[in-house]
Structures are given as C-alpha cells and as structure tokens.
C-alpha cells in the first residue's frame, strides 16, 4: 500500500477538535456515512464515503454515523458502525466493528449502528444545539425527525428537544476549503496520476478509433495506481468537443478533427481536475492552432491572477479579456473590447466560468463570495483554471474553418504564500509540446 494511504488519525482527530471548539459545549453534530446506492436490482454502484464524513473520521465503511458531543462525560466523539460478523464478513470483507473504532479510529465512545434509535434520542435531549446538514440524504433526515418526536412522547417525562438546529456545512466547508499539507499531497498524487493519464491518451491516439477507447487508457492508469475516475470522463472529438458534459464517449474518431477530454482521478478521496485538447492526428491545423493559442493564453492570463489577496473573480476576468480579445482577433466577435466584454457577448463561445474549488469533491465546497463581495484567494486553497472556446457548425457570422472546434485547458493551481503552483503543470499544453508529445508515442 502506498504509504500515503496510512491513515493519520492526529489529523482526523485535530479536524474534529477544531470543529468541536466552534460548536461550544452543550451542542450535538450528527453526520451520517453515505447510502448505499442501488445500480440495479442488487447491484451496487462502488460505494464512496460521504466526504464530510470521511475528513472528519478517515472512515470509508458504509452504515455509519458520527456523532461530536463537545464536553461529553463519556466521550466526545461517538462512532456508530457495522458490528464484526464472521459469517457476513465472509461476503463482504473486514469491518472495524466497535474496537476497531475506537483502537484504529479514535473513537471515545462507540456502538453497533443497529443500536443508534436506542442511543441517539437521549444524546439529543442533552444538546441545546444540533449541528446537521439537511437535505443531502432525506431518508437520514427522516431518521432526525423521528428521534425528535421521540424525545417530544416523552415530554410529559421532563424530555425536552435542542432548541436550535444549525447547518453543520458553513463551518464544516470553510474548514474543508484551506488545504493542509496531507491533504495537498493528496491532491499532488491525484494530479501526478491524472497527468500520467493524459500523457498516456496523447500517445495512444490515432485516427480512426473511438472515444471510449481513449477513456479505457484513463481507467488503465487510475486503476493501477490505486484510484479511480473522479467524475465521469469526457471524451468529445469534432463536434462533440462543442457538447459541454459530452460523456457518450461513443463515436468514431476522424482525421483532422480536434478531441477534448477532461478526465481526473480520485486518490484517497481527493480528486483531480484535468482538461486536454489535441488533435486526434497528432497535428494541429491552422484554424484549430489559431483558436487553441487564444484559449491557451486566456488560460496562462488566468492562472497569472491565482495569488493571495486578489479576490475569486480574477482569473475569471483575465480569462474573459483575452478570449474576447482573441475572438476579436480571428474575426469570431465584432465590436469594441470593452462593450463586448461589458456586454458579455463573448458567452456565444465562452459560456462558463473559468474554475470552482476543488479538493475532495471535484466541484468542491467553500463559499465563493464573502457577503456581496468576491472571496480573497487565500494560501492552501485550490481551484481549477480552466478556459475554453466551442464553436458549433453553422454559427452565424463565424468563418467556416472555425466550426466544430471546442477547446477546453484545464490545471489545478494551488494559492501558495507567494503566488500559485500548478499542480497539472505536467500534462503537455503548449502546441508545440503536444505534437512533439504525439509524435513520440507514433515513433515509438
Ligand atoms: N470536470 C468537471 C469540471 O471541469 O468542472
Ligand atoms: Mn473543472
Ligand atoms: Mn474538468
């Protein structure tokens, strides 16, 4: 196992003291492990642990349910799991059970999950304040409501229920949003291995193939390093490259056509975030090479903004200049850069914005405005930079040789002190280093 899969439980356990101290004594968190989710019948899609769970227990079991009481007697933090089952184990393979919880997973205090109706209703008479996320799994809130009306039949008995229910994911997303040193090694070996993949792709490619061939060389390199898609993988060649979240990944590739694919890994629960565009015969065309340098300096404009103290919507912003300055350029847009821009007529071709958060969940929490105002880049954030331009067949007023071309560059930039490192940066992306990346893989 690569070390970096050794679960650090002083960091588990730090997340849930520093939330901890946010609640005050006196209040509950309750957050359940992920459902179960049926594909069909009894097939289950692979289970992935609900990630506000898992940053703050490490636990990847299913049928599970942290509870944080700050101040309890009998511990603080209470770990509701599978029993040990010989016979089911057999099946299923090793639980934890309640041991394993408290030997391996910190836990102070911990139950077989079939006990929780009997347990849960009084840790809640003794809260004044429940920190619980509602509305992510309604079966779970149902559960909430009844062990609330089970306390309140037993009002007449001096029961009383918390009087506040608080929505644990502010504090929770915000602590989530600034990346430690664990967590960004993470996200460094789900990039090494996202890059990998697309160096890969780049090689394997020739006219004539389909695009879920190419997506079959993602899942080779995920799956041998110990990971998996991040997100569905998109791979759109020609005029598929123009379908935002094309993931048929179904058609046959030509000669002379353009292939977009935006495919990232999940490593240990962080994910990933890569886009590519290159062309499916290893050389760009003049119209294709001419669009891609617009959206390529869009993008080193944008990632140039990605420092502390310059707030979210800056790369944004240097992005939208350039294309449209670009677009001006080749001809696309007509007009006066800034009317255009204020106009936001560029949004024909550019209709996203140039990047979200991203750390455990590819579009990862944390808030993006502060109040009415854009949130400041901060050290230990990271988001995505990624620009694109797509120009649909038969767009009015567009030079024919521009059609069908969607370009979309994609890198994960962490804010450092200082500035910004790309953590993708490994993935060829200059047109020069995509052919001569290509040309190798068909001489070799
Ligand atoms: N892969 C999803 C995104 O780029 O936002
Ligand atoms: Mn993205
Ligand atoms: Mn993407």
Known sequence: MNELRVVDQKEFAQRRKQLMRMMGKGALAILPAAPIKFRNRDAEYPYRQDSDFYYLTGFAEAEAVAVLAPGREHGEYILFSQERDQTIEVWTGRRAGQDGAIEHFGADDAFPIGDIDDVLPGLLEHSDRVFYTMGCDPDFDGRVLGWLNHIRQHARGGARTPGEFIALEHHLHDMRLYKSREEIKRMQRAAEVSVAAHKRAMQACRSGMHEYELEAEYLHEFRRNEMQPAYTTIVGAGKNACVLHYTANSAQMADGELVLIDAGGEYDHYAADITRTFPVNGRFSPAQKEVYEVVLAAQAAAIEQVRPGNDWNAPHAAAVRVLTAG???????????????EAQTYRRFYMHRTGHWLGMDVHDVGDYKVGEQWRQLEPGMVLTVEPGLYIPARSKGVRKRYWNIGIRIEDDVLVTKTGHTVLTEGAPKSVA??????????AA
């Open 327 to 341: 677009m001006i350029e080749l001809g696309i847009l007509k007009g006066d850069l800034d009317e255009l821009i």
């Open 433 to 442: 280093d995509i052919e001569a990346w290509m040309a190798a893989g068909k």
